[in-house]
Protein backbone atom coordinates (compact mmCIF):
# COMPACT_ATOMS: atom_id res chain seq x y z
CA UNK A 1 0.00 0.00 0.00
CA UNK A 2 2.90 2.35 0.63
CA UNK A 3 4.37 1.62 -2.33
CA UNK A 4 1.85 1.91 -4.38
CA UNK A 5 1.15 5.33 -2.67
CA UNK A 6 4.69 6.62 -3.28
CA UNK A 7 4.61 5.10 -6.71
CA UNK A 8 1.68 7.70 -7.75
CA UNK A 9 2.88 10.86 -6.16
CA UNK A 10 5.93 9.62 -8.57
CA UNK A 11 3.95 9.96 -11.47
CA UNK A 12 2.19 12.71 -10.75
CA UNK A 13 5.15 15.13 -10.52
CA UNK A 14 6.24 13.45 -13.92
CA UNK A 15 3.69 14.65 -15.20
CA UNK A 16 2.59 18.41 -13.95
CA UNK A 17 4.36 20.94 -15.81
CA UNK A 18 5.23 23.87 -13.92
CA UNK A 19 5.13 27.51 -16.30
CA UNK A 20 8.61 29.86 -15.81
CA UNK A 21 8.68 33.51 -16.62
CA UNK A 22 11.82 33.92 -18.49
CA UNK A 23 13.30 37.02 -18.70
CA UNK A 24 15.31 38.42 -21.95
CA UNK A 25 18.16 39.78 -21.60
CA UNK A 26 18.82 38.94 -18.27
CA UNK A 27 18.04 35.01 -18.77
CA UNK A 28 18.81 35.01 -22.44
CA UNK A 29 20.14 37.63 -24.58
CA UNK A 30 17.87 36.69 -27.24
CA UNK A 31 14.45 36.73 -27.93
CA UNK A 32 14.90 33.21 -29.87
CA UNK A 33 17.42 31.98 -27.12
CA UNK A 34 14.43 31.95 -24.97
CA UNK A 35 11.82 30.18 -27.03
CA UNK A 36 14.50 27.70 -27.43
CA UNK A 37 14.43 26.12 -23.93
CA UNK A 38 10.81 27.17 -23.15
CA UNK A 39 8.32 24.75 -22.88
CA UNK A 40 4.14 24.77 -23.12
CA UNK A 41 2.94 27.42 -20.50
CA UNK A 42 5.92 29.29 -20.21
CA UNK A 43 6.35 33.53 -20.10
CA UNK A 44 8.75 35.50 -22.14
CA UNK A 45 9.16 39.08 -20.57
CA UNK A 46 11.38 41.31 -22.81
CA UNK A 47 12.85 44.57 -21.51
CA UNK A 48 12.68 47.59 -23.37
CA UNK A 49 15.23 48.03 -26.13
CA UNK A 50 15.71 46.85 -30.03
CA UNK A 51 16.23 43.38 -30.73
CA UNK A 52 17.65 42.86 -34.16
CA UNK A 53 16.95 38.83 -34.68
CA UNK A 54 13.43 37.13 -36.91
CA UNK A 55 12.37 34.79 -34.12
CA UNK A 56 10.06 31.08 -34.22
CA UNK A 57 7.26 30.11 -32.53
CA UNK A 58 8.63 26.49 -33.18
CA UNK A 59 4.92 25.09 -32.37
CA UNK A 60 5.36 26.35 -28.47
CA UNK A 61 2.02 27.40 -26.45
CA UNK A 62 3.86 30.56 -24.87
CA UNK A 63 3.29 33.95 -24.44
CA UNK A 64 5.97 36.23 -25.73
CA UNK A 65 5.66 39.78 -24.33
CA UNK A 66 7.00 43.40 -24.08
CA UNK A 67 7.45 44.50 -20.34
CA UNK A 68 7.13 48.00 -21.25
CA UNK A 69 4.71 47.81 -24.65
CA UNK A 70 5.99 48.42 -28.33
CA UNK A 71 6.46 52.26 -28.43
CA UNK A 72 10.39 50.97 -26.23
CA UNK A 73 11.03 47.54 -27.41
CA UNK A 74 11.74 46.70 -30.94
CA UNK A 75 11.90 43.31 -32.96
CA UNK A 76 13.95 44.59 -35.94
CA UNK A 77 14.07 42.00 -38.75
CA UNK A 78 17.27 43.30 -40.29
CA UNK A 79 15.75 42.59 -43.97
CA UNK A 80 16.73 39.20 -42.91
CA UNK A 81 13.05 37.16 -43.97
CA UNK A 82 9.50 37.37 -41.51
CA UNK A 83 10.35 38.97 -38.34
CA UNK A 84 7.78 36.36 -36.35
CA UNK A 85 6.79 33.11 -37.79
CA UNK A 86 4.31 30.62 -36.75
CA UNK A 87 4.48 28.10 -38.60
CA UNK A 88 3.67 24.45 -36.67
CA UNK A 89 -0.02 24.95 -36.02
CA UNK A 90 0.13 26.63 -33.07
CA UNK A 91 -2.87 28.03 -31.61
CA UNK A 92 -4.68 30.55 -29.03
CA UNK A 93 -1.94 29.46 -26.45
CA UNK A 94 1.00 31.15 -28.41
CA UNK A 95 1.03 35.12 -27.63
CA UNK A 96 2.80 38.02 -29.61
CA UNK A 97 2.45 40.92 -27.27
CA UNK A 98 3.56 44.61 -27.32
CA UNK A 99 6.59 44.47 -29.98
CA UNK A 100 7.41 46.92 -32.55
CA UNK A 101 7.77 44.45 -35.27
CA UNK A 102 9.73 46.03 -37.95
CA UNK A 103 12.17 46.10 -41.08
CA UNK A 104 11.07 42.32 -42.20
CA UNK A 105 11.80 41.62 -46.03
CA UNK A 106 9.18 39.23 -46.30
CA UNK A 107 5.98 39.36 -43.49
CA UNK A 108 6.17 40.98 -40.73
CA UNK A 109 4.03 38.28 -39.08
CA UNK A 110 4.05 35.07 -41.02
CA UNK A 111 1.39 32.57 -40.17
CA UNK A 112 1.08 29.04 -41.84
CA UNK A 113 -1.04 26.25 -40.49
CA UNK A 114 -1.70 28.24 -37.31
CA UNK A 115 -3.83 30.51 -35.47
CA UNK A 116 -1.87 32.57 -32.59
CA UNK A 117 -2.80 35.46 -30.83
CA UNK A 118 -1.34 38.76 -32.14
CA UNK A 119 -2.02 41.87 -29.68
CA UNK A 120 -0.92 45.04 -28.64
CA UNK A 121 1.98 45.50 -31.47
CA UNK A 122 3.33 48.13 -33.70
CA UNK A 123 3.72 46.64 -37.33
CA UNK A 124 5.34 48.66 -38.96
CA UNK A 125 7.76 48.73 -42.52
CA UNK A 126 7.63 45.36 -43.57
CA UNK A 127 7.70 44.25 -47.14
CA UNK A 128 6.86 40.66 -49.00
CA UNK A 129 5.21 39.26 -52.31
CA UNK A 130 2.12 39.31 -50.30
CA UNK A 131 0.62 40.39 -47.16
CA UNK A 132 3.15 43.05 -45.88
CA UNK A 133 2.51 43.33 -42.18
CA UNK A 134 0.47 39.91 -41.66
CA UNK A 135 0.16 36.58 -43.74
CA UNK A 136 -2.65 34.36 -43.44
CA UNK A 137 -2.08 31.04 -44.81
CA UNK A 138 -4.77 28.30 -43.93
CA UNK A 139 -4.60 30.18 -40.51
CA UNK A 140 -6.82 31.63 -38.13
CA UNK A 141 -4.89 34.14 -35.47
CA UNK A 142 -6.54 36.60 -33.49
CA UNK A 143 -5.27 39.61 -34.34
CA UNK A 144 -6.16 43.15 -31.99
CA UNK A 145 -5.04 46.21 -31.44
CA UNK A 146 -2.62 46.64 -33.23
CA UNK A 147 -0.71 49.20 -35.48
CA UNK A 148 -0.39 47.95 -38.55
CA UNK A 149 1.34 50.65 -40.92
CA UNK A 150 3.38 51.15 -43.89
CA UNK A 151 3.84 47.63 -44.91
CA UNK A 152 4.16 46.64 -48.87
CA UNK A 153 3.19 43.57 -50.42
CA UNK A 154 5.31 44.62 -53.54
CA UNK A 155 4.49 42.21 -55.89
CA UNK A 156 0.67 40.99 -55.27
CA UNK A 157 -1.81 41.75 -52.38
CA UNK A 158 -2.17 42.58 -48.74
CA UNK A 159 -0.16 45.39 -47.20
CA UNK A 160 -1.08 45.70 -44.29
CA UNK A 161 -2.86 42.12 -44.08
CA UNK A 162 -3.40 39.27 -46.91
CA UNK A 163 -5.74 36.13 -45.29
CA UNK A 164 -5.59 33.32 -48.06
CA UNK A 165 -6.51 29.47 -48.37
CA UNK A 166 -9.37 28.80 -46.07
CA UNK A 167 -8.18 31.22 -43.39
CA UNK A 168 -10.52 32.73 -41.00
CA UNK A 169 -8.77 35.01 -38.69
CA UNK A 170 -10.39 37.39 -36.25
CA UNK A 171 -9.29 41.06 -37.41
CA UNK A 172 -10.48 43.83 -34.59
CA UNK A 173 -9.88 46.76 -33.08
CA UNK A 174 -6.67 47.66 -35.23
CA UNK A 175 -5.74 50.50 -37.09
CA UNK A 176 -4.64 49.95 -40.55
CA UNK A 177 -2.78 52.75 -42.03
CA UNK A 178 -1.03 54.03 -44.83
CA UNK A 179 -0.31 50.22 -45.81
CA UNK A 180 0.38 49.45 -50.03
CA UNK A 181 -0.65 46.79 -52.16
CA UNK A 182 1.11 46.85 -55.87
CA UNK A 183 -2.07 44.67 -56.72
CA UNK A 184 -4.88 44.25 -54.72
CA UNK A 185 -6.35 44.81 -51.09
CA UNK A 186 -4.39 48.13 -49.44
CA UNK A 187 -5.27 47.60 -46.01
CA UNK A 188 -6.59 44.04 -45.97
CA UNK A 189 -6.47 40.88 -48.50
CA UNK A 190 -9.27 38.31 -48.78
CA UNK A 191 -8.22 35.45 -51.28
CA UNK A 192 -8.70 32.07 -52.26
CA UNK A 193 -12.17 30.40 -49.34
CA UNK A 194 -11.23 32.63 -46.43
CA UNK A 195 -13.95 33.78 -44.34
CA UNK A 196 -12.13 36.82 -41.98
CA UNK A 197 -14.45 38.66 -39.97
CA UNK A 198 -13.31 42.24 -40.10
CA UNK A 199 -14.91 43.99 -37.15
CA UNK A 200 -14.45 47.47 -35.33
CA UNK A 201 -10.89 48.54 -37.20
CA UNK A 202 -10.00 51.93 -38.63
CA UNK A 203 -8.67 51.12 -41.75
CA UNK A 204 -7.50 54.76 -43.26
CA UNK A 205 -5.18 56.07 -46.00
CA UNK A 206 -3.68 52.70 -47.52
CA UNK A 207 -3.63 52.29 -51.41
CA UNK A 208 -3.58 49.80 -53.85
CA UNK A 209 -4.29 49.37 -57.80
CA UNK A 210 -7.34 47.68 -56.82
CA UNK A 211 -9.20 47.91 -53.39
CA UNK A 212 -7.49 50.38 -51.58
CA UNK A 213 -8.92 49.75 -48.28
CA UNK A 214 -10.04 45.97 -48.63
CA UNK A 215 -10.09 43.53 -51.53
CA UNK A 216 -11.82 40.43 -51.54
CA UNK A 217 -11.56 37.96 -54.49
CA UNK A 218 -11.60 34.43 -55.09
CA UNK A 219 -14.75 32.09 -52.63
CA UNK A 220 -13.78 34.91 -50.12
CA UNK A 221 -16.72 35.01 -47.67
CA UNK A 222 -15.40 38.12 -44.94
CA UNK A 223 -17.75 39.98 -42.89
CA UNK A 224 -17.07 43.57 -42.73
CA UNK A 225 -18.94 45.45 -39.83
CA UNK A 226 -18.05 48.01 -37.32
CA UNK A 227 -15.24 49.74 -39.46
CA UNK A 228 -14.64 53.26 -40.20
CA UNK A 229 -12.98 53.11 -43.71
CA UNK A 230 -11.73 56.10 -45.09
CA UNK A 231 -9.19 57.99 -46.77
CA UNK A 232 -8.34 55.08 -48.98
CA UNK A 233 -7.24 55.29 -52.44
CA UNK A 234 -6.97 53.02 -55.42
CA UNK A 235 -5.27 53.62 -58.99
CA UNK A 236 -8.24 51.91 -61.03
CA UNK A 237 -11.10 50.40 -59.17
CA UNK A 238 -12.71 50.32 -55.63
CA UNK A 239 -10.95 52.82 -53.03
CA UNK A 240 -12.49 51.73 -50.07
CA UNK A 241 -14.03 47.82 -50.96
CA UNK A 242 -13.67 45.68 -53.97
CA UNK A 243 -15.60 42.79 -54.26
CA UNK A 244 -14.45 40.93 -57.30
CA UNK A 245 -16.38 37.70 -58.40
CA UNK A 246 -16.86 34.91 -56.56
CA UNK A 247 -17.02 36.36 -52.99
CA UNK A 248 -19.80 36.46 -50.91
CA UNK A 249 -19.02 38.99 -48.07
CA UNK A 250 -21.45 40.60 -45.33
CA UNK A 251 -20.70 44.47 -45.32
CA UNK A 252 -22.54 46.27 -42.49
CA UNK A 253 -22.15 49.59 -40.25
CA UNK A 254 -19.07 50.71 -41.96
CA UNK A 255 -18.56 54.56 -42.40
CA UNK A 256 -16.87 54.48 -45.57
CA UNK A 257 -15.90 57.95 -45.95
CA UNK A 258 -13.56 60.13 -48.78
CA UNK A 259 -11.81 56.70 -50.30
CA UNK A 260 -10.99 57.59 -54.25
CA UNK A 261 -10.47 55.43 -57.07
CA UNK A 262 -9.49 56.73 -60.48
CA UNK A 263 -11.51 54.67 -61.96
CA UNK A 264 -14.96 52.84 -60.89
CA UNK A 265 -16.08 53.01 -57.08
CA UNK A 266 -14.65 55.35 -55.19
CA UNK A 267 -16.76 53.94 -51.91
CA UNK A 268 -17.66 50.39 -53.14
CA UNK A 269 -16.85 48.36 -56.31
CA UNK A 270 -18.69 44.92 -56.85
CA UNK A 271 -18.24 42.79 -59.42
CA UNK A 272 -19.33 39.29 -57.27
CA UNK A 273 -22.26 37.15 -59.04
CA UNK A 274 -23.43 35.89 -55.54
CA UNK A 275 -25.93 38.10 -53.38
CA UNK A 276 -23.83 40.67 -50.87
CA UNK A 277 -26.08 42.27 -48.28
CA UNK A 278 -25.12 45.84 -47.48
CA UNK A 279 -26.47 47.23 -44.81
CA UNK A 280 -26.67 49.91 -42.57
CA UNK A 281 -23.45 51.57 -43.95
CA UNK A 282 -22.98 55.61 -44.01
CA UNK A 283 -21.47 56.07 -47.83
CA UNK A 284 -20.17 59.40 -47.90
CA UNK A 285 -17.76 61.73 -49.59
CA UNK A 286 -16.01 59.38 -51.83
CA UNK A 287 -14.76 60.19 -55.40
CA UNK A 288 -14.28 57.87 -58.31
CA UNK A 289 -13.24 59.33 -61.88
CA UNK A 290 -15.69 57.29 -63.89
CA UNK A 291 -18.18 55.74 -62.88
CA UNK A 292 -20.31 55.22 -58.87
CA UNK A 293 -18.86 57.84 -56.55
CA UNK A 294 -20.69 55.77 -53.65
CA UNK A 295 -20.86 52.46 -55.36
CA UNK A 296 -20.66 50.74 -58.69
CA UNK A 297 -21.16 47.39 -59.29
CA UNK A 298 -21.66 45.46 -62.37
CA UNK A 299 -23.21 41.83 -63.36
CA UNK A 300 -23.98 42.25 -59.64
CA UNK A 301 -27.30 41.33 -57.49
CA UNK A 302 -26.33 43.33 -54.29
CA UNK A 303 -29.08 44.08 -51.92
CA UNK A 304 -28.42 47.66 -50.33
CA UNK A 305 -30.68 48.37 -46.91
CA UNK A 306 -30.50 51.13 -44.83
CA UNK A 307 -27.28 52.98 -45.72
CA UNK A 308 -27.13 56.61 -46.47
CA UNK A 309 -25.13 57.29 -49.29
CA UNK A 310 -24.51 60.91 -49.73
CA UNK A 311 -21.98 63.75 -51.05
CA UNK A 312 -19.94 61.38 -53.71
CA UNK A 313 -19.33 62.46 -57.16
CA UNK A 314 -18.62 60.86 -60.13
CA UNK A 315 -18.54 61.72 -63.68
CA UNK A 316 -21.60 58.76 -63.78
CA UNK A 317 -23.78 57.89 -61.24
CA UNK A 318 -22.84 60.41 -58.48
CA UNK A 319 -24.41 57.96 -55.80
CA UNK A 320 -24.76 54.56 -57.37
CA UNK A 321 -23.95 53.34 -60.80
CA UNK A 322 -25.02 49.70 -62.33
CA UNK A 323 -24.29 47.73 -65.52
CA UNK A 324 -24.62 44.42 -67.08
CA UNK A 325 -27.27 41.93 -67.89
CA UNK A 326 -26.35 40.11 -64.46
CA UNK A 327 -26.78 43.49 -62.11
CA UNK A 328 -29.91 43.55 -60.44
CA UNK A 329 -29.58 45.48 -57.52
CA UNK A 330 -32.40 45.77 -54.96
CA UNK A 331 -32.05 48.97 -53.09
CA UNK A 332 -34.35 49.62 -49.84
CA UNK A 333 -34.67 52.07 -46.82
CA UNK A 334 -31.54 54.20 -47.81
CA UNK A 335 -31.26 57.74 -48.63
CA UNK A 336 -29.54 59.40 -51.86
CA UNK A 337 -29.12 62.66 -51.12
CA UNK A 338 -26.11 65.80 -52.22
CA UNK A 339 -24.61 63.04 -54.78
CA UNK A 340 -22.95 65.10 -58.11
CA UNK A 341 -22.16 63.46 -61.30
CA UNK A 342 -20.39 65.63 -63.77
CA UNK A 343 -22.34 63.81 -66.66
CA UNK A 344 -25.14 61.59 -66.10
CA UNK A 345 -27.03 60.83 -63.26
CA UNK A 346 -26.14 62.41 -59.64
CA UNK A 347 -28.12 59.87 -57.57
CA UNK A 348 -28.05 56.82 -59.38
CA UNK A 349 -27.44 55.49 -62.58
CA UNK A 350 -28.86 52.51 -64.26
CA UNK A 351 -26.53 51.37 -67.41
CA UNK A 352 -25.79 48.60 -70.15
CA UNK A 353 -28.98 46.33 -69.98
CA UNK A 354 -29.57 46.00 -65.78
CA UNK A 355 -32.08 45.99 -63.63
CA UNK A 356 -32.36 48.03 -60.61
CA UNK A 357 -35.43 48.08 -57.92
CA UNK A 358 -35.87 50.12 -55.52
CA UNK A 359 -38.35 50.92 -52.41
CA UNK A 360 -39.12 53.08 -49.54
CA UNK A 361 -36.46 55.28 -50.53
CA UNK A 362 -35.29 59.31 -50.40
CA UNK A 363 -33.84 60.18 -53.63
CA UNK A 364 -32.98 64.07 -54.17
CA UNK A 365 -34.57 64.71 -57.10
CA UNK A 366 -37.19 61.83 -57.53
CA UNK A 367 -37.07 60.04 -60.39
CA UNK A 368 -35.76 62.20 -63.11
CA UNK A 369 -32.45 62.23 -61.16
CA UNK A 370 -32.15 58.63 -61.67
CA UNK A 371 -30.77 58.08 -65.48
CA UNK A 372 -31.69 55.31 -67.30
CA UNK A 373 -30.12 53.99 -70.45
CA UNK A 374 -32.62 52.45 -72.88
CA UNK A 375 -31.46 48.96 -72.26
CA UNK A 376 -32.07 49.24 -68.94
CA UNK A 377 -35.14 48.75 -66.58
CA UNK A 378 -35.64 51.03 -63.45
CA UNK A 379 -38.15 49.72 -61.16
CA UNK A 380 -39.34 52.13 -59.04
CA UNK A 381 -41.70 50.59 -55.74
CA UNK A 382 -43.54 52.09 -53.00
CA UNK A 383 -42.89 54.27 -50.62
CA UNK A 384 -40.49 56.49 -52.40
CA UNK A 385 -39.68 60.30 -51.22
CA UNK A 386 -37.88 63.10 -52.13
CA UNK A 387 -36.95 65.55 -49.24
CA UNK A 388 -34.16 66.85 -47.70
CA UNK A 389 -33.21 64.06 -45.14
CA UNK A 390 -32.44 66.68 -42.25
CA UNK A 391 -29.39 65.32 -41.12
CA UNK A 392 -27.82 66.63 -37.79
CA UNK A 393 -24.68 68.09 -39.61
CA UNK A 394 -24.27 66.65 -42.97
CA UNK A 395 -21.40 69.34 -43.65
CA UNK A 396 -19.13 68.29 -40.93
CA UNK A 397 -19.98 64.48 -41.47
CA UNK A 398 -23.13 63.96 -38.81
CA UNK A 399 -25.32 62.05 -40.91
CA UNK A 400 -28.19 61.36 -37.66
CA UNK A 401 -31.09 62.19 -38.45
CA UNK A 402 -33.02 65.01 -36.30
CA UNK A 403 -36.76 64.67 -34.94
CA UNK A 404 -38.15 66.49 -37.97
CA UNK A 405 -36.60 64.68 -40.67
CA UNK A 406 -39.33 63.16 -43.32
CA UNK A 407 -36.81 59.81 -43.08
CA UNK A 408 -38.07 59.07 -39.69
CA UNK A 409 -40.91 56.01 -39.52
CA UNK A 410 -41.11 56.53 -43.30
CA UNK A 411 -39.00 52.56 -44.07
CA UNK A 412 -40.05 49.15 -44.88
CA UNK A 413 -40.46 46.97 -41.90
CA UNK A 414 -40.52 43.89 -43.80
CA UNK A 415 -37.34 44.54 -46.30
CA UNK A 416 -35.23 41.39 -46.93
CA UNK A 417 -31.89 41.41 -45.25
CA UNK A 418 -33.07 44.21 -42.77
CA UNK A 419 -30.95 44.33 -39.25
CA UNK A 420 -32.03 44.89 -35.70
CA UNK A 421 -29.52 47.69 -35.39
CA UNK A 422 -28.46 51.03 -37.30
CA UNK A 423 -24.78 52.14 -38.05
CA UNK A 424 -24.14 52.94 -34.07
CA UNK A 425 -25.90 49.72 -32.50
CA UNK A 426 -29.47 51.59 -31.83
CA UNK A 427 -32.36 49.07 -32.07
CA UNK A 428 -33.69 49.27 -35.24
CA UNK A 429 -37.86 50.12 -35.93
CA UNK A 430 -37.72 52.73 -32.78
CA UNK A 431 -41.43 54.06 -32.62
CA UNK A 432 -43.22 51.79 -34.78
CA UNK A 433 -41.68 52.03 -38.66
CA UNK A 434 -38.13 51.64 -39.67
CA UNK A 435 -36.26 54.62 -40.70
CA UNK A 436 -34.54 55.26 -43.79
CA UNK A 437 -30.68 55.41 -43.85
CA UNK A 438 -28.20 54.03 -41.94
CA UNK A 439 -29.41 55.73 -38.18
CA UNK A 440 -32.40 55.12 -36.55
CA UNK A 441 -33.96 58.04 -34.81
CA UNK A 442 -33.28 56.80 -31.05
CA UNK A 443 -32.33 57.86 -27.38
CA UNK A 444 -28.21 58.24 -28.73
CA UNK A 445 -25.48 59.70 -26.72
CA UNK A 446 -22.31 60.62 -28.42
CA UNK A 447 -19.60 63.57 -29.25
CA UNK A 448 -17.77 65.40 -32.03
CA UNK A 449 -14.35 67.05 -31.80
CA UNK A 450 -11.26 65.84 -30.57
CA UNK A 451 -11.17 65.15 -26.30
CA UNK A 452 -7.41 66.78 -25.99
CA UNK A 453 -6.97 68.08 -22.57
CA UNK A 454 -7.85 72.56 -22.36
CA UNK A 455 -9.88 72.00 -25.29
CA UNK A 456 -13.65 71.61 -26.00
CA UNK A 457 -15.86 69.17 -27.72
CA UNK A 458 -19.67 68.98 -28.45
CA UNK A 459 -21.68 66.33 -26.46
CA UNK A 460 -25.11 65.50 -28.61
CA UNK A 461 -27.71 63.80 -26.96
CA UNK A 462 -30.61 62.14 -29.38
CA UNK A 463 -33.91 62.37 -28.16
CA UNK A 464 -37.34 63.40 -27.94
CA UNK A 465 -37.97 66.93 -28.11
CA UNK A 466 -39.13 68.65 -24.91
CA UNK A 467 -37.45 66.28 -22.56
CA UNK A 468 -34.76 66.52 -19.76
CA UNK A 469 -31.62 65.56 -20.29
CA UNK A 470 -29.13 64.60 -17.76
CA UNK A 471 -25.69 63.69 -17.99
CA UNK A 472 -23.56 61.34 -15.60
CA UNK A 473 -19.61 60.64 -15.69
CA UNK A 474 -18.99 57.31 -13.89
CA UNK A 475 -15.80 55.90 -12.28
CA UNK A 476 -15.61 52.63 -14.08
CA UNK A 477 -18.50 50.32 -16.19
CA UNK A 478 -20.26 47.68 -14.44
CA UNK A 479 -20.18 44.31 -16.46
CA UNK A 480 -22.55 43.11 -17.21
CA UNK A 481 -24.75 46.19 -16.87
CA UNK A 482 -27.40 46.84 -14.66
CA UNK A 483 -30.88 46.44 -15.38
CA UNK A 484 -33.26 48.92 -14.54
CA UNK A 485 -36.96 50.61 -15.10
CA UNK A 486 -34.93 53.00 -17.38
CA UNK A 487 -32.63 50.49 -18.96
CA UNK A 488 -29.25 49.19 -18.67
CA UNK A 489 -27.26 51.24 -16.37
CA UNK A 490 -23.05 50.76 -17.72
CA UNK A 491 -21.71 53.41 -14.93
CA UNK A 492 -20.27 52.32 -11.59
CA UNK A 493 -22.87 53.85 -8.97
CA UNK A 494 -22.11 57.04 -7.49
CA UNK A 495 -21.26 58.63 -10.36
CA UNK A 496 -18.64 60.88 -10.45
CA UNK A 497 -20.37 63.61 -11.39
CA UNK A 498 -24.34 64.34 -12.42
CA UNK A 499 -25.01 67.54 -14.50
CA UNK A 500 -28.48 68.95 -16.20
CA UNK A 501 -27.90 69.88 -19.37
CA UNK A 502 -31.41 71.13 -19.91
CA UNK A 503 -34.27 70.34 -22.70
CA UNK A 504 -34.02 68.36 -25.66
CA UNK A 505 -35.07 71.18 -28.28
CA UNK A 506 -37.78 70.99 -30.91
CA UNK A 507 -35.33 69.41 -33.54
CA UNK A 508 -34.44 66.24 -31.18
CA UNK A 509 -30.85 67.12 -30.69
CA UNK A 510 -29.17 68.56 -27.56
CA UNK A 511 -25.74 69.78 -28.14
CA UNK A 512 -23.57 70.68 -24.94
CA UNK A 513 -20.33 72.48 -25.71
CA UNK A 514 -17.89 70.87 -22.84
CA UNK A 515 -14.10 71.67 -21.49
CA UNK A 516 -12.12 68.50 -21.50
CA UNK A 517 -10.07 69.32 -18.17
CA UNK A 518 -6.33 69.34 -18.32
CA UNK A 519 -6.10 66.92 -14.98
CA UNK A 520 -7.19 64.33 -17.64
CA UNK A 521 -4.71 62.01 -19.07
CA UNK A 522 -4.64 60.83 -22.44
CA UNK A 523 -5.10 57.20 -22.98
CA UNK A 524 -7.72 57.03 -20.75
CA UNK A 525 -11.39 56.14 -21.29
CA UNK A 526 -13.86 58.29 -19.49
CA UNK A 527 -17.45 56.72 -19.52
CA UNK A 528 -20.96 58.72 -19.52
CA UNK A 529 -24.21 58.39 -19.32
CA UNK A 530 -27.36 60.39 -19.78
CA UNK A 531 -30.81 59.67 -18.98
CA UNK A 532 -33.39 61.22 -21.24
CA UNK A 533 -36.68 62.40 -19.49
CA UNK A 534 -37.46 62.94 -16.08
CA UNK A 535 -36.06 60.77 -13.47
CA UNK A 536 -39.22 58.86 -11.53
CA UNK A 537 -41.25 58.43 -15.00
CA UNK A 538 -40.05 54.89 -16.28
CA UNK A 539 -42.70 54.79 -18.68
CA UNK A 540 -41.01 57.77 -20.68
CA UNK A 541 -37.31 58.26 -19.24
CA UNK A 542 -34.74 56.41 -20.90
CA UNK A 543 -30.92 55.88 -20.33
CA UNK A 544 -29.13 56.11 -23.30
CA UNK A 545 -25.94 54.02 -24.82
CA UNK A 546 -22.75 54.00 -22.64
CA UNK A 547 -19.96 56.52 -24.41
CA UNK A 548 -16.52 55.58 -23.67
CA UNK A 549 -14.96 59.05 -24.09
CA UNK A 550 -11.23 58.47 -24.99
CA UNK A 551 -8.63 61.31 -24.13
CA UNK A 552 -6.36 61.61 -27.06
Not at 206 to 229: T, V
Not at 237 to 260: A, E, F, H, R
Not at 298 to 316: D, R
Not at 495 to 514: D, E, F, K, Q, R
Request: hydrophobic share 35%; aromatic share 8%; with cysteine.
Amino acid sequence: MKTSIILSVLLLAQSTVFSATIYVPDDYSKIQDAINVSVNGDTIIVRPGTYMENINFLGKAITVKSEKGADVTIIDGNQAGSVVTFQNQEDEDSIIEGFTIFNGNASGIFCDNSSPVIGLNIIKDNSALQGGGISCNNSSPEITNNFILNNSADSDDGGGIATDNYSSPIITYNFITSNIAFDEGGGIQCDDYSSPEISYNTIISNSAKWGGGIECIDFSSPIISNNIIKDNEASSDGGGILLKPGCSPSISQNIILSNTATSDGGGMFSTTEQPAYVSNNIISLNTAGNTGGGTFCHNSPLILTNNTITQNSASYGGGFFCKGVLSSPAITNTVFFYNTSSIHGNEIYVGDYSTLAIRYSDIEGGQTSVFVEPTSTLNWGDGMINADPLFVDSTNEDFHLTWNSPCRNSGDNLTPGMTYEDFEGDHRIWNGVVDIGADEFHHHLYHTGAAIPGNTIDIKIIGTPTNPVNLYLGSGVQAPPLVTPYGYLYLVQPPLIGLSLGIIPINGVLIHTAPIPLSWTPGDDKPLQALVGPLGNIYNSKLTNLLLLKVE
